[in-house]
């Protein structure tokens, strides 16, 4: 019966939708995560009787036919890359982007993955790196005697050391943009990769054209809506619970046909 | 004799035909724009026996074709500045693959490397001047209620929204697209609204499919047992004739 198996697939569907809306809401407070969202497509259809057909010598059509489907699949599961809130958090080497684009951060295996999430910190070195320790691109450094940082807008590090009035330039933080933000790969620790689907990244100063400004002292929050969430997670449920239910009506009406008496 | 087995028979397989169907609205009830589909069966009068003037011939049931309700279904926000709803009914987005053309209500839209409008399945999205080329970095696409893409203001196409005089000339291809299965030509759809960062859902009722559910067991059933009642007659009919 092929009912059972469209309700499976169904039933596998909404599970599906389950586990990307918990990892959304898991990530509610994760900086410079974007949610994603499951989109379904239906299956094939078998055609029983083809819509068009001759239905007599007459010239007369089968005007709608017989069309059956199979079921539902998940079309792609995609990011949603609009903008999340900046948050101030006052942390000296936070560093929220807002508009397009992605620090550029230098993986220990010599790639470069990309990041909205710009909690930053020094290592030993001085360096600008991320909470795990890959240098941010282009690299920085904070010499030892710095009193205090700022990030401007266009991404200029400027810094004034001990016994200093005037700032000096000790960096510029660029971007990278790309024309499918929904095909980069996450790799986890907030990071992601450049793919085929993505495209090549596209590497510009930041406030130019095509790329957002720097907010020094914020990190960007999700973009989670957790009322969104949970309502998603309401009507997932229930859609699974329906379609348990037709395998159950499935399954006696088998019975009920296995059983007659001859 | 048999024919009360047969004519169960018959209403057995359209019922089966139908559950199926009820199972994929069911499955497609979070499928963006799915459109719900019924099972319509109509009666097939056979042929008289040939001397049996005084009854009646006998009705089967047949299916006759699948309707498919091309009713509007509930916009939701997603807030994706790719995602698209149409609204209005009967109107499709114009889709071009390697099958040549599709049709879709599904307007969850990305880009691919070089910029092209795309479906999520890389089918691209046609414009009255053909494929759609967006260059992200002069700003975010805005789209206009007709269906005009601009960039910070320049407008850089149109989507092609299209509908069909007999929208039964169509067939459903799977991944949410539609093929035009006859001649039928496509003509511009003035009269509906494209509603940027929305996405039409799916306009299945899942009050009313698992209803039918319900209907269409019972309804297999109470077949069953008069298959079944009309076997016992027939047993017993020979039981006793056996006996004379």
Redesign the interface.
């Known amino acids: 019966?092929?009912?059972?198996r469209?309700?499976a697939?169904?039933m596998s569907?909404?599970q599906l939708?389950v586990e990307v809306i918990s990892n959304n809401i898991a990530n509610m407070n994760t900086v410079g995560f974007k949610r994603q969202?499951a989109?379904?497509?239906?299956?094939?259809?078998q055609?029983?009787?083809?819509?068009?057909a001759q239905s007599s010598s007459q010239g007369t059509v089968?005007?709608?036919?017989?069309?059956?489907?199979?079921?539902?699949k998940a079309?792609?599961v995609?990011r949603?890359?609009?903008q999340g809130s900046p948050t101030q958090t006052g942390g000296r080497y936070d560093v929220a982007i807002d508009g397009?684009g992605y620090f550029q951060i230098l993986l220990p295996s010599g790639e470069t993955a990309f990041t909205r999430a710009g909690n930053f910190a020094l290592n030993g070195e001085g360096q600008l790196v991320t909470d795990d320790g890959y240098a941010v691109q282009p690299n920085i450094s904070i010499p030892q005697d710095a009193v205090d940082v700022t990030i401007s807008k266009t991404g200029q590090v400027q810094v004034i050391t001990a016994g200093q009035t005037e700032p000096s330039i000790v960096g510029q933080l660029e971007l990278a943009?790309f024309?499918?933000e929904?095909?980069l790969e996450a790799i986890g620790d907030n990071l992601l990769m450049e793919t085929?689907?993505?495209?090549?990244a596209?590497v510009g100063t930041p406030g130019e054209?095509?790329?957002g400004q720097l907010l020094h002292g914020y990190t960007e929050a999700s973009n989670v809506d957790a009322v969104a969430e949970i309502s998603a997670l309401i009507?997932?449920q229930?859609?699974y619970e329906?379609?348990s239910?037709?395998i159950t009506?499935?399954d006696?009406?088998l019975s009920?046909?296995a059983q007659?008496?001859? | 004799m048999e024919n009360a087995a047969y004519v169960g028979l018959s209403r057995q397989m359209t019922l089966r035909r139908e559950l199926d169907i009820v199972a994929n609205n069911i499955a497609n009830a979070d499928t963006t724009g799915f459109k719900v589909e019924q099972l319509l069966v109509g009666a097939e009068v056979g042929d008289r026996a040939r001397n049996a003037f005084i009854r009646p011939g006998v009705s089967f049931v047949l299916d006759n074709g699948v309707g498919r309700d091309y009713g509007q279904a509930g916009l939701e926000q997603t807030g994706r500045n790719l995602d698209f709803g149409i609204e209005g009914e009967g109107a499709f987005f114009t889709l071009s693959d390697g099958a040549g053309e599709a049709y879709t209500r599904d307007g969850a839209f990305t880009l691919d490397p070089e910029g092209r409008l795309t479906t999520q399945g890389g089918a691209a999205v046609q414009g009255d001047g053909g494929e759609i080329i967006l260059d992200r970095s002069l700003g975010e696409p805005a789209v206009a209620a007709d269906g005009t893409i601009s960039q910070n203001g320049n407008p850089v196409g149109r989507l092609s929204i299209v509908r069909f005089d007999t929208l039964a000339a169509l067939e459903k291809g799977g991944d949410g697209l539609y093929r035009n299965a006859s001649n039928a030509t496509a003509i511009d759809a003035t009269d509906v609204q494209v509603r940027q960062g929305m996405l039409e859902g799916s306009n299945v009722n899942p009050i009313l499919e698992i209803t039918n559910l319900i209907r269409i067991q019972r309804a297999y059933e109470s077949v069953t047992r008069m298959i079944e009642n009309a076997n016992d007659l027939s047993r017993r009919a020979v039981e006793r004739l056996g006996r004379a």
Request: aromatic residues 6%.
């Open positions: 019966m092929r009912a059972l469209t309700a697939s169904g569907a909404q939708n969202r989109e379904f497509q239906d299956l094939l259809y055609n029983v009787e083809r819509m068009g089968v005007p709608t036919g017989i069309q059956i489907g199979a079921g539902v079309g792609s995609y949603i890359t609009d397009r943009s024309f499918n929904a095909g085929a689907a993505s495209g090549a596209n054209v095509g790329f009507i997932a229930r859609a329906m379609n239910k037709v009506t499935a006696q009406m009920v046909s007659v008496k001859s």
